[in-house]
């Protein structure tokens, strides 16, 4: 072993329960006194008006702005000029994207960054980085920041009552934690850190085989219970925690690279993130050579939550032909993607096969 470098990634607090949005004013207040918070129309829907009402109450001062739909630089640009200089923190409401660009304007303003989640659909609430895209949602790469979230609060009641297909998208991207994290760490040294990341992403992996679909009939009914709960701090804590222990051996791999490749098709851009990365663990475990029994598993608890398994499950219903294939395995390969994290090499031809392969066995067995 050559040491240890580790950059802890975790929120310095991470509050989760249901009705929490009632409270979050009182949590916030111990922070900052001035807020600058950026969300979406929906999202800020959802918090209120508890949100609005605990922040009243705690007599918190606060603009609320929309961002336009992307995390690209225009908009971190766009958004970080607005940030007034008296403004103690910066709080996204949100998915994903709102969360991704709320933490790349806080490194751009130099202020603390506080993670409201209205999804559970990644850990972007408590990583230290940012998912970048075009102004048009093509995949550009990710930043990486020396500065954890100083604050997560996670209201389960709110999350349990978002749409199905974000939950679903959070256990797609978490159980990909665990399939990727062995993969970018085969072959290498590892440090006990490293085994604490793969344990974690091990922890996530058998969290959500075990009460992954109890939880989605749960959020099915609205109800944050006990094994929605579990879910949660799956997605959202434990899975941050696998990064923030193995560091680069257990980022992401092929699964993420697939994603990253869909992206160049305008009709994924409807498809989430933690869906398409789903069907890239697919991809993934076929370019391993794993038994078929083992991906066949997989499928079957992707139809209990309702994960896609196939191109056309993804929404992309019409045939690809080669050049838009090569096309996809092209950006997958790209040096700011992350197949190069696979213990193996990987060529276009290699990634055009493996998703070939995995629709055509999902048709033949499960069709």
């Not at 794993?290 to 209990?304: A, G, H, K």
């Not at 070939?356 to 999902?362: F, G, I, L």
Request: hydrophobic share 40%.
């Amino acid at each position: 072993m050559n040491g240890v470098h580790l950059t802890m990634v975790s929120s310095n607090a991470y509050i989760q329960a249901p009705g929490l949005m009632k409270k979050a004013g009182e949590w916030i207040s111990r922070y900052g006194n001035k807020l600058f918070i950026i969300t979406g129309e929906k999202s800020w829907a959802s918090v209120s008006p508890a949100l609005p009402d605990s922040l009243a109450a705690a007599s918190l001062a606060y603009g609320v702005h929309r961002y336009r739909g992307e995390c690209s630089q225009t908009e971190i640009d766009r958004l970080s000029d607005l940030v007034p200089d008296d403004t103690d923190l910066i709080v996204g409401v949100g998915g994903g994207k709102v969360l991704d660009i709320t933490k790349a304007v806080c490194f751009e303003t130099k202020r603390p960054f506080v993670a409201i989640p209205t999804i559970a659909a990644t850990c972007a609430a408590v990583t230290n980085l940012a998912i970048k895209y075009t102004d048009d949602g093509v995949y550009e790469g990710f930043d990486t920041y020396l500065t954890n979230t100083l604050l997560a609060l996670v209201d389960s009641a709110v999350i349990a009552k978002a749409p199905l297909n974000y939950l679903a998208a959070g256990i797609g991207d978490t159980v990909a934690k665990w399939y990727e994290s062995a993969a970018s760490s085969s072959g290498k040294n590892h440090n006990l850190a490293t085994v604490a990341g793969l344990q974690m992403a091990k922890l996530c992996y058998d969290t959500l085989t075990r009460y992954g679909a109890q939880a989605y009939n749960e959020a099915k009914q609205g109800v944050a219970g006990d094994a929605l709960q579990h879910v949660i701090d799956a997605i959202i804590l434990a899975s941050g925690m696998v990064g923030g222990l193995g560091e680069d051996d257990c980022r992401s791999a092929a699964a993420h690279a697939v994603h990253n490749g869909l992206t160049v098709l305008p009709e994924s851009h409807h498809a989430l993130h933690g869906s398409k990365v789903a069907y890239g663990i697919l991809v993934q475990l076929i370019m391993e050579g794993r038994p078929r029994e083992e991906v066949d598993e997989l499928r079957r608890f992707y139809r209990s939550v309702d994960l896609p398994c196939s191109l056309s499950e993804l929404g992309i219903e019409r045939p690809l032909s080669e050049a838009e294939r090569r096309e996809i395995a092209r950006v997958a390969l790209l040096p700011v993607s992350t197949m190069g994290m696979m213990p193996f090499p990987v060529t276009e031809s290699m990634v055009v096969t493996a998703m070939k392969q995995t629709d055509r066995e999902y048709a033949e067995r499960f069709s």
